[in-house]
């Protein structure tokens, strides 16, 4: 069982930055690959980046590329996910998940097994 807690989000004006962190309990953290998604009001959950289980290969979807940065620490079981340059349309809830085969780096939410409880982000321009 993996536990899942974001924490770093807040509001902040366009062109602003912030950072996200994901807090993992459980000793297989490591092997998973982690991924950031997020849901603005009305939308689907959309993937933002992930990161395989040594940190060496990354994704990011193309609306942030360039301006977000996935990153993890296997020794503190942390995830994070800093964003610069940020847009009102970055504004919806943020969630840190865990995908238990860490050879893969898939951008589906279903490859995903666990999940936080969410994080708000919210960028007024």
């Known amino acids: 069982q993996v536990q899942l807690v974001e924490s770093g989000g807040g509001s902040v004006q366009a062109g602003g930055s912030l950072r996200l962190s994901c807090a993992a309990s459980?000793?297989?953290?490591?092997?998973?690959?982690m991924g950031w998604f997020r849901q603005a009001p009305g939308k689907e959950r959309e993937f933002v980046a992930g990161i395989r289980w040594s940190g060496a290969i990354t994704r990011y979807a193309d609306s942030v590329k360039g301006r977000f940065t996935i990153s993890r620490d296997n020794a503190k079981n942390t995830v994070s996910l800093q964003m610069n340059s940020l847009e009102p349309e970055d504004t919806a809830v943020y969630y840190c998940a865990a995908d238990t085969n860490g050879w893969r780096l898939s951008n589906g939410r279903n490859a995903y097994y666990y999940w936080g409880q969410g994080t708000q982000v919210t960028v007024s321009s």
């Open positions: 459980g000793r297989t953290f490591s092997g998973y690959t």
